[in-house]
């Protein structure tokens, strides 16, 4: 049976760079032989609702509590005198459908881009992992500082003269490189100056397609990203992914 990994996403290419760099980790520690056939039978993304690929955070709200989520006491229930800001009810309540699931779910990855008050969210969604027994489900938690974006970003080197000349410009237009503090870029309003958005489009050229953005996280060394990625939280992501998804897929 492939290790089950419900991921909670905001959008569909959340979900999909995220799984991208999951399978990417796991098949540097996999055993020689092991080819994409062996990596879809070793593990499986989905949602909280059968045959899905991931559940939005948006569906969350009106998605039903399984049965036995709402008891009191044990690591179900909502702890006691416990303050419940931010995404901390959300994450609790998708965490409490996965421990719940049937199917068994046996991970779970969080993806919530921190572009709005970062530090006090990230606290939200750490208690709630926090309070699931490691026994009942593996969590791991995928923040990009301000948005995915930038975790594109902390990957991204120039493949010609034109993207070398593009990202000259904007490092004079920023005064300093996207690449290594792309949590700067934490505007809220979009084709704003410091639009993490706005940014990789013009590195990218507007018109990029996947397979251009595939390129920064699945060919960067893990030593650039890991190095890169420390304010944009890129780096404790990957640590989490080698420290509790790797060993149950491979294990598996």
């Not at 990994?5 to 092991?34: G, L, N, S, Y």
């Not at 609702?49 to 044990?74: N, Y």
């Not at 920023?174 to 084709?191: C, Q, V």
Request: glycine content about 6%.
């Amino acid at each position: 049976m492939p290790v089950r990994i419900a991921v909670i996403a905001e959008a569909e290419p959340d979900r999909r760079q995220i799984c991208e760099m999951v399978d990417r980790k796991v098949m540097d520690h996999a055993p020689d032989w092991w080819g994409r056939e062996q990596l879809e039978e070793e593990r499986e993304y989905c949602g909280l609702i059968p045959e899905t690929l991931f559940t939005r955070w948006t569906e969350l709200r009106s998605l039903p509590s399984p049965e036995g989520a709402l008891r009191r006491g044990g690591f179900i229930g909502f702890p006691k005198g416990k303050q419940r800001h931010y995404d901390y009810p959300l994450a609790r309540k998708a965490l409490n459908g996965c421990v719940l699931a049937s199917p068994r779910i046996d991970a779970a990855i969080l993806v919530r881009d921190m572009d709005q008050q970062p530090n006090e969210r990230a606290e939200s969604l750490e208690q709630a992992c926090n309070e699931i027994s490691p026994n009942a489900l593996s969590v791991v938690l995928a923040l990009p500082t301000a948005k995915r974006e930038a975790w594109v970003l902390n990957g991204f080197d120039p493949r010609d003269r034109n993207e070398e000349k593009v990202l000259a410009v904007v490092r004079r237009e920023l005064g300093y490189d996207p690449r290594m503090s792309p949590e700067r870029l934490d505007a809220m309003k979009h084709g704003a100056k410091h639009d993490a958005k706005r940014v990789l489009g013009i590195l990218l050229g507007e018109d990029r397609d996947h397979d251009r953005e595939l390129q920064c996280w699945q060919e960067t060394p893990w030593t650039v990203l890991r190095e890169r990625g420390k304010g944009s939280r890129l780096t404790d992501f990957l640590t989490d992914v080698k420290d509790r998804l790797v060993p149950r897929i491979i294990g598996a």
